[in-house]
T-cell receptor
Framework: GAVVSQHPSRVICKSGTSVKIECRSL??????MFWYRQFPKQSLMLMAT?????????EQGVEKDKFLINHASLTLSTLTVTSAHPEDSSFYIC????????????FGSGTRLTVV | GQQLNQSPQSMFIQEGEDVSMNCTSS?????WLWYKQDPGEGPVLLIA?????ELTSNGRLTAQFGITRKDSFLNISASIPSDVGIYFC??????????FGKGTRLSVIA
């Protein structure tokens, strides 16, 4: 089945630094990648949608200059949290979809970001 | 963002009991998905539904896509301790991003 690899699984960083999270589709081409954020005991909230080779579309309230998304290839998307602050601490999850084959919405295992 | 109405919010059941949870939406979807999420992990797809009225099983799990295309339910039969986790429904129309329910937290008492 479709597999999405996300890493790191956990990262602790100092306030003011940047963190990059990678998401790879291992056995299919991810024409679209979705990035979600999840706070404890809450549902997944969509941050942005990216199509390969295009600029990401951000949801309302999500700062595009703070959460940089790159989807330069059909198998890799990255989310960079720039100048991280403690309030950015959260669980970040990617999801990949191959629109051409209808392979849809496979999730990575998530990244627990803690900003200290 | 938009969310689905998922209920119940949490359930405490005895091992061996059956479980039922459902989702409703004000919008029509053409795909309903049910996921399970364990602590510290990403959601794992349990069942995908693509047609109104469709009833699909995956082992002890059964899910149905409502006729109105605005609702779906998930049943788990003969629950076991490893069923513990958070279950999310999600819907989409075409290529739109998934819209998630708030989740049902399932606890199984042995």
């Amino acid at each position: 089945g479709a597999v999405v690899s996300q890493h790191p699984s956990r990262v602790i960083c100092k306030s003011g630094t940047s963190v990059k999270i990678e998401c790879r589709s291992l056995d299919f081409q991810a024409t679209t990648m979705f990035w979600y954020r999840q706070f404890p005991k809450q549902s997944l909230m969509l941050m942005a949608t990216s199509n390969e080779g295009s600029k990401a579309t951000y949801e309302q309230g999500v700062e595009k200059d703070k959460f940089l998304i790159n989807h330069a290839s059909l198998t890799l998307s990255t989310l960079t949290v720039t100048s991280a602050h403690p309030e950015d601490s959260s669980f970040y999850i990617c999801s990949a979809r191959d629109g051409a084959r209808g392979v849809g919405y496979t999730f990575g295992s998530g990244t627990r970001l803690t900003v200290v | 963002g938009q969310q689905l109405n998922q209920s119940p919010q949490s359930m405490f059941i005895q091992e061996g009991e059956d479980v039922s949870m459902n989702c409703t939406s004000s919008s029509i979807f053409n795909t309903w998905l049910w996921y399970k999420q364990d602590p510290g992990e990403g959601p794992v797809l349990l069942i995908a539904l693509y047609k109104a009225g469709e009833l699909t099983s995956n082992g002890r799990l059964t899910a149905q896509f409502g006729i109105t295309r605005k609702d779906s339910f998930l049943n788990i039969s003969a629950s076991i301790p490893s069923d513990v986790g958070i279950y999310f429904c999600a819907g989409t129309s075409g290529n739109t991003p998934l819209v998630f329910g708030k989740g049902t937290r399932l606890s199984v008492i042995a």
